[in-house]
């Protein structure tokens, strides 16, 4: 298993913007698909946007609507969630978690088969 470790997560005015970083450590960074979900206070955590482990597929939700942007860097076992013109909807928990794959597969975004979870980063945005 990876232990994750997000960070960047703040208070942003709406139509902000905010980079999200997640650091990994442990092996085989490479083989895992990493996903980014969130969780609004009384709402179940869904998936926001999942990156295969080469990088060269990503899935995203319909509400990101082209507003957020993932990418990775295997070399330095990071994983990064620019997020911009945010909304009062975005406010959550953001976390990262590693797929037991190195695919997001066709069950994405069920959290099924990720092992691997951080501790989560609070985004926030209000006026």
């Known amino acids: 298993q990876l232990h994750l470790v997000e960070s960047g997560g703040g208070l942003v005015q709406p139509g902000g913007s905010l980079r999200l970083s997640c650091a990994a450590s442990?092996?085989?960074?490479?083989?895992?698909?990493i996903g980014w979900f969130r969780q609004a206070p009384g709402k179940e955590r869904e998936g926001v946007s999942c990156?295969?482990?080469?990088?060269?597929?990503?899935v995203s939700a319909d509400f990101v609507k082209g507003r957020f942007t993932i990418s990775r860097n295997n070399d330095a076992n990071t994983v990064h969630l620019q997020m911009d013109s945010l909304q009062s909807d975005d406010t959550a928990v953001y976390y990262c978690?590693?797929?037991?794959?190195?695919?997001?597969?066709?069950?994405?975004?069920?959290?099924?088969?990720?092992?691997?979870w951080g501790q989560g980063t609070q985004v926030t945005v209000s006026s």
């Open positions: 442990g092996e085989n960074f490479i083989y895992h698909a």
């Open positions: 990156i295969s482990s080469t990088g060269g597929t990503i």
């Open positions: 978690a590693a797929r037991d794959l190195p695919v997001c597969g066709s069950s994405w975004p069920s959290k099924r088969d990720f092992g691997s």
